[in-house]
């Protein structure tokens, strides 16, 4: 099994300690990720620049790190999931609003 980034490409991730960081979005469109947001809670696709400003003022009330990543068009994601010296994938579905997976 061969590793790096031309076998397995990593997606580039935009970290926010708090609302006062997300000053330049992070590419659009994206997913940001609130606090510590799994199973489609806490995520909110941004379409252009003056729904990446209004999240921000939402954030501006909480206390809450955030995260961004590059929105990608596609029928389904993939878990893969190692313990151990073992590997396990799952595929993830759509729910909700079409783009969000379980």
């Known amino acids: 099994l061969k590793y790096g ?27 940001l990720k609130v606090d ?4 489609g809670m806490g995520k909110v696709k941004i379409d252009n620049s ?5 999240l921000r003022t939402v954030l501006a009330l909480y206390n809450a790190y955030s995260t961004a990543e590059p929105f990608i068009e596609c029928d389904y994601g ?5 313990v151990g010296n073992n590997y396990c994938s799952m595929k993830k ?8 997976s379980q």
């Open 5 to 31: 980034h031309d076998n397995f490409p990593l997606i580039p991730l935009s970290y926010y300690s708090n609302y006062r960081e997300m000053v330049i979005d992070p590419g659009l469109p994206c997913i």
């Open 50 to 54: 003056t729904a990446f400003n209004d």
């Open 78 to 82: 993939l878990r893969i999931q190692k």
């Open 36 to 39: 510590h947001a799994h199973a």
């Open 93 to 100: 579905v759509f729910t909700g609003s079409g783009w969000k």
